[in-house]
């Protein structure tokens, strides 16, 4: 049996990341309201518990805890040398998808993919069942960006993992969020400019609600569409920020409504009731009118199969 599939635009305005060798976490991410869950192989799971978690994770995907949410399993990247025992395991038909870990360069979504379709092959499903999500927490990686997303049809999404990248360069987190600021957006710009989601590291510290409501903000202005979080208690919370607000919603169509005004005016550019109407201010109003429509038919497939 395939999993169902909203056939809108992915959404990802939290990712729920969760033990795979755990039963009582993965009972309570699949209770979560998290828009997407993935089940961890990869650094959640200490190397004793690899061969239990991969057991764990067949049952749930074979149990009633599935419904119509994107459901991802964390592989471990090449390097481990479990990549291909992972997906021997867990590559089933209700899976939407792998976020591949420590992805590096296009070589690395390019032999994936080549993976994945042959494990395709092998369970009788569709070409191209299996999404990605690449996983980008090393300075090679980002400098790589575009071309990882652009390397399969299978990418879409890229999210950034800022403590594996900061081990990495030998930084610190700074303040304001300062020393993650440049990945970050090279992230979401490669994301954007590849035509995929773009989606955000977690806040590390876990109970700061000022600071995570600080991360977010700073995330959507460099154009994040969501992020992953560390705890079932911040979905509420991310899921607010990253839904559109009544008033951006308003304003967002009063700009649509008042560029028509421009246009039968004979004008490509005009400032009405203290705002600038523009081609690129309603381009980015039209997005995002079309991004709270794509959230609005998600959660009713999610919850009425609609």
Known sequence: MSSPRFEGKFVARTLLFTSGHNP?????????????????LEDAVPASKKDEARQTITRVLSSDLI????????INP????????DLDTVADAR??????????????MEVFDAQLTLKEKNLCIEKGHFKVIALLETPEAVLNAFSI??????????????EDFLAETEGEHGIGGRSILAPRHMISMAARAAGIVPIDTPYVNIGDTEGLKKHIEQAKELGFEGMLVMSPKEIELVKEY????????NRAREII??????????????VKKGMFISPPTVSKARKLLDRMNKIEAFEAFVKNGE
């Open 67 to 74: 419904d119509r949410r994107p459901v991802f399993v964390r």
């Open 24 to 40: 009582h976490y993965l009972e309570k991410a699949f209770a979560s309201d998290s828009d997407v869950i993935v089940l961890d």
């Open 149 to 162: 997303a652009k390397a399969s049809s299978r990418v879409i999404a890229l999210l950034f993992g800022s």
């Open 257 to 270: 409504d008042l560029a028509e005004e421009t246009n039968k005016a004979d004008r490509g550019i005009s």
């Open 95 to 108: 899976l939407y998808g792998f976020v591949y870990p420590k992805a590096c360069n296009a070589k690395d």
């Open 78 to 85: 090449m390097e481990t040398g479990d990549t291909l025992k």
């Open 242 to 249: 990253y839904t559109p607000a009544p008033d951006e919603l």
